[in-house]
DNA sequence: GAGAATATAAACAAGATACTCACATTTCGT
DNA sequence: ACGAAATGTGAGTATCTTGTTTATATTCTC
């Protein structure tokens, strides 16, 4: 008995090796985000997500050991894109209305394809064992980019932990809920959230 | 056929006449906001909420039609509560601060019994043909409120709309987030809320 | 104490669904 | 070209969930 517990369940059951299961992988992973986002957690079902995927139910299962690992995959890759989104928009110093604008932009970006699928797997999708550590580490570097956005454009230092966590959930919250109207694309909404963030940020004395 | 459809079935099948069964019918209700709150939609079961309820699942019969008549029970009731947390912040004119201090509060206030009972209350639980009037008039109601709140404390009239959109959104995104960490009570969340509104109301000319 | 109101929980019918398996088809190395 | 490996198929299954009914028991009201 060395090894730990029985065998959480690896990622894949099998790597795809050719050219048309990648393409099979990547069909069910996609299928997978569009019904969660349309449908939700308490909607998706294997079966459902193969025939949106134009694949049948036994491909899915070639590759993926269960419903969670391919949950895990969807979490993994919207995670990767939002992550870039904000990296990008955080990376070289920059006044405070140009991050502003490329966060809202980016974040939008982020969030059009499968527009609610971000709050879906935050808030619905079960967190197993596997995605545990996945999940934090995400957040944490999630947050750690708004930490140092704060940082850089306030002068005031204190409680710069809890200032990252409520911008954040504040421009969350207004993308959401501007997704559930299908409100992304609106002008005058981009353009207000970003006042809310430059009028947050250099609320106490700004920098740039 | 005078009437216009068959029957969307009755919000109550049978009064509560005496006090045990009004015990009974409220005991059902709030124990269907805790299972909504703490396990979501997906694991809502009208045998659960009976046995939360500490009552038997017959019982839950006697007086809701159906699982979604409950659901709509619970949803009136949250939202009556929510609104008139707004309400009595936007009530009289008072300065910008307390006016934020106060919404703070209340919106805390309405949210920490069952945390997450409104967002999934939005997102997860399907709108009945019975509750999509209610659903919009509360909506609608809901808004108001925040535009009145706009309207007074900002000088630029333009995007008023928006304006209240973006504040409400956001800052039930905050309330939402800090629900999830168990951080509804941190005083310096509360805070950093009030400070949020603030900057956004008063950041293009403020009147108080 | 009669009858109405209320509570009980076993049982059911219907459906959903995660997952397997035996077999068909395609690709690739040689 | 050919055989082995990779990939794709989808009907089938076994299990579980769950909304709802119903016959029966208990409690209240007058």
Known sequence: MSTRIAKPAPRMRKEPRQARSVATVEAIIEAGARVLSEIGWAGFSTNKVAEAAGV??????????DKLALVDAIRRRHFDHVLSAIREAAAEEKPLRQ???ELVRGMIAAHSIHPTLHQVLLDEAPGDRGSRAAHASFQARYLEHYRAAVAQYRRR???TETVARVLSSAVEGVIHNAARRNMLDAPELQKQLGELICAYLSGQGARA
Chains 1, 2 share one sequence.
């Open 99 to 101: 991050f502003a604008r």
């Open 157 to 159: 230092l204190k409680d």
């Open 56 to 65: 049948s139910i036994g491909s899915l299962y070639q590759y993926f050991p």
